[in-house]
C-alpha cells in the first residue's frame, strides 16, 4: 500500500507501478447484484444453465462496467491519498480485453503515467490493469483521469 500525502509524493510515484493488489473473485451473486441495479440483465450474465450450453465462455461472465466499478474496491488496497480533495475527471482509452468468467480473481495495478497542472489543482493520468487470474490478457485497461488538490 502507498500513501501519498503531498504533491511531491505523487510526482515522485510517475512512472512506477503501483501494486498488484489482492486478489478479489467476481462472483455469480455480484454480476447479478449488478444486472439488477443497472437493467442489464443479457442471458451472457445472468442466465448460469443457458451460458453453459451457449456461451464461448462456458458460464456466465461479468459486466465490463462492473469490474470498471470494481476499481474502488481494489484501488484502496495499493494506493490512497491524503490531499484536501481528489475528483474524477473522467476516463480516456478504455479497453475491455478479456472477458471475465463467473468466479474467476482479478487485481489491480496501476500506473501515474501523467501528471500536469490544471488550475490550483494537478491532473493526473493513472493507466490502470485489472489483471484475470491464469490468463495473459488484461480484462481492462484504461487511463483514469483525477484532479488533485493538495
Known amino acids: 500500500m502507498i500513501t501519498v500525502n503531498t504533491l511531491q509524493d505523487l510526482l515522485d510515484l510517475k512512472d512506477k507501478t503501483i501494486g498488484p493488489s489482492d486478489w478479489l473473485t467476481v462472483t455469480q451473486e455480484m454480476i447479478d447484484g449488478f444486472a439488477e441495479v443497472t437493467g442489464d440483465t443479457q442471458w451472457i450474465h445472468v442466465d448460469v444453465e443457458r451460458a453453459k450450453r451457449e456461451s464461448p465462455a462456458g458460464t456466465t461472465i461479468a459486466h465490463g462496467f462492473l469490474l470498471l466499478s470494481l476499481l474502488g474496491k481494489l484501488q484502496p488496497m495499493?494506493?490512497?491519498?491524503?490531499?484536501r480533495q481528489i475528483l474524477n475527471y473522467g476516463i480516456e482509452k478504455?479497453?475491455?480485453l478479456n472477458m471475465v468468467r463467473s468466479g474467476t480473481r482479478i487485481r489491480l495495478s496501476q500506473q501515474i503515467v501523467g501528471i500536469e497542472e490544471a488550475g490550483k489543482g494537478h491532473k493526473t493520468t493513472t493507466r490502470v490493469t485489472i489483471e484475470v487470474e491464469g490468463e495473459e490478457r488484461p480484462a481492462i485497461v484504461a487511463d483514469l483521469v483525477f484532479l488533485y488538490f493538495f
Do not use: D, E
Not at 495499493?78 to 490531499?83: D, E, H, L, M, Q
Open 78 to 83: 495499493i494506493f490512497t491519498a491524503n490531499a
Open 94 to 96: 478504455l479497453r475491455f
